[in-house]
């Protein structure tokens, strides 16, 4: 028999958690010391407790938990499964309401920061109308294309937002780990300030028009966007949720600006070493990670395993690889503040356009 000791190291289950199953009665040991008052527990009463264990970490109540246990000694699957179902679905639900709650409080929270903006979504958006030269265009999609987010509970990411102002189309994309943004000169707006979140294959499919020729029309009515190329046009239902204030991080406190040359430095990252990130992907994997300082010379090096980590920035590498490619010139500026402070990639000839990689902590 297993001591209570040998059953909650072996079950998952701590000492005083399996005291209180006994007295629930839901996992009751099979002997019980009259002495001592120590419980011992069977074999074939580890794999219940086990069984117990995985039913509270999902939140299953007690009562619905001895049902389940009932049916699992009975051999009654029907049960055990209509059980489990049952509970999924209540979890499913009530994360439904938690999502909603929480979208209501980041717009109060939002709203209560800045009071000057309203609570609007970019649904909302007044028609607006205006041309911008296409080459341009594309070249600012290409631009963000590489940042934008995947991640189904996010909806709002998995976009690029349009922020037409005065005679300026911004393009923003970001996946919360990086950020980038371009800008493209328009035409014919002379109205208020205009946002609208485009879906990614909408976007995409607006790149494939933009192929030269005379300017392009994009139209914002509603929640629709259309861009007209000539007689094609590519069209669509925008995204229905705010987008997150980027500004503000175009604000942060200038770094230290170095130049590279983008090939070499490529070549230096590629060859260089990595380091393994536990903290990565929001899936567990980790991550190949490259240190960057700027050394006494004024240039930027890739550390090596062995060198100091003061002041190094930790970034992920393959982000860094596309924000490069993104950044499509020969030369380019590296700008790195404190190893806490985002690494920004910026354009020598265009201040407006720039890619932003959150740093990763590094391990002691």
């Known amino acids: 028999m297993r001591s209570i000791g040998e059953m909650a190291r072996d079950s998952g289950l701590s000492v005083s958690a399996l005291r209180f199953y006994d007295r629930a009665g839901v996992l009751v040991p099979a002997w019980v010391d009259p002495v001592s008052g120590y419980r011992w527990y069977e074999p074939g009463q580890l794999e219940e407790a086990r069984l117990l264990a995985r039913l509270r970490r999902a939140g299953m109540p007690l009562a619905d938990i001895r049902l389940v246990l009932a049916g699992w000694a009975g051999a009654d699957p029907d049960l055990v ?26 717009a109060l929270l939002d709203h209560r920061e800045n009071p000057m903006t309203s609570l609007r979504t970019p649904t909302a958006a007044a028609a607006t109308r205006v041309s911008a030269p296409p080459l341009e265009l594309a070249a600012a999609l290409d631009t963000v294309r590489f940042a934008a987010g995947s991640d189904p509970e996010l909806p709002m990411l998995a976009g690029v937002l349009f922020d037409v102002e005065g005679d300026e189309l911004r393009l923003v994309a970001t996946d ?3 950020m980038a943004v371009a800008r493209a000169r328009t035409a014919g707006h002379d109205g208020p300030r205009t946002q609208v979140i485009v879906p990614l294959p909408l976007a995409d499919a607006m790149r494939a028009l933009l192929t030269g020729g005379e300017r392009v029309q994009l139209a914002v009515d509603g929640d629709r966007v259309t861009l007209e190329a000539g007689d094609r046009q590519a069209a669509g239902h925008v995204i229905g949720h705010e987008f997150p204030d980027y500004r503000r991080l175009i604000n942060l406190p200038a770094g230290r600006r170095v130049p590279i040359d ?36 004024g240039t930027v090096v890739v550390c090596d395993d062995g060198d100091d980590d003061q002041g190094g920035v930790g970034v992920d590498r393959t982000f860094l690889l596309h924000a490069l490619a993104a950044g499509a010139r020969d030369e380019l500026i590296l700008e790195l503040g404190a190893p806490t402070a985002p690494l920004v990639i910026r354009r020598p000839d265009d201040e407006g356009s720039f890619s932003l990689l959150m740093p990763v902590r590094l391990e002691n």
């Open 262 to 297: 983008t090939a070499a430095f490529r070549a230096a990252l590629e060859n260089g070493p990595v380091r393994a990130s536990e903290a990565a992907e929001p899936d567990g994997a980790s991550r190949d990670l490259s240190v960057l300082r700027v050394a006494e010379d």
């Open 176 to 178: 919360r780990y990086r």
């Open 81 to 106: 499964r209509s059980l489990l179902e049952a509970h999924l679905r209540r979890l499913e639900l009530g994360l439904s309401d938690a999502r909603g709650e929480f979208s209501t409080l980041r």
